[in-house]
């Protein structure tokens, strides 16, 4: 391919049971079940579809905040990715973990690193795409931001665009990074016919903005911003929109919700709490809402398993 451009919600039912009920196509995960059948107490199963577990600041824990992850029903994760220079350790951390947690990943380049992006890594990517495992789920993150200093919006509507041409080529979803600039990004994906939707991650537009992406097929990732009584317009839209727009998610470390200090480690633990105040707002209980938000994640990242 040629570029132009360079808690508390516990529920206690029948072991194995609710696990069924609660996802009947998603859930055969008889190691689940067991992990469970002593205590007849089985958390609601969640994926956390924007979790940076592959940085640094995972290095000295990652295999114990996962077993710690699925005993608190978190399942499944996604990790996008941020530089080229990261992919290769990112897509080796992916799979099946011993935890039980399953590991998927996008590959990109993240706008906030506009500057240590190279044309050649556009290439690089179209190349790693062809032969992908199977767990790389979408291309991402990506997008545009324009809370950066000194943005460059051209040069980020380029890196852009093509990554957009490239998940077109390989049927991809997109895992969108999108700060101020939400028509803009909109309007490029329009622009450049994009048809396999994808997630933007920590939304934060309008209700008119959150139609547009959902008309073009994407969910909005709801994370820690939505844990702050300040949150007013997100507070709502999560109340008011349907619930097939909605996936969970963390940005963790990064995203603090609100009972962290400025400045903690944020966890995938934490989509937990989201979801819990999910449940307040909307009036419906967990264990409607987390089946529902698990299969939304896996239609968006068409992940059949
Ligand atoms: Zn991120």
Redesign the pocket.
Known sequence: MQFKFGSNTRQTLDTGVYCRQLNPELCNNVFYETLFSHTKTIPPMVFDS?C?LDFPAFDKDRDELLAQCYRQGITHICL?ATEQPHWSRLINMLGAHKSGVTLYGALGLHPFFLHSHKDSYLEELDQLLSNKPESVVAVG?TGLDLFIENPDLPRQEELFAAQIIIAAHHNLPLIL?VRKAHDQTASLLRKLRFQEGGIV?AWSGSEQQAKAFLDLGFKLGIGGSLTYERAKRLRRQVTDLPLNAFVLET?APDIPPAGLEKGERNTPLTSVSVLNIMSELRQEPVHTLAPALMKNTHQVLNITT
Do not use: I
Request: proline share 14%; net charge negative; aromatic share 0%.
């Open positions: 924007h940076h996008p993150e990074h991650h940005d």
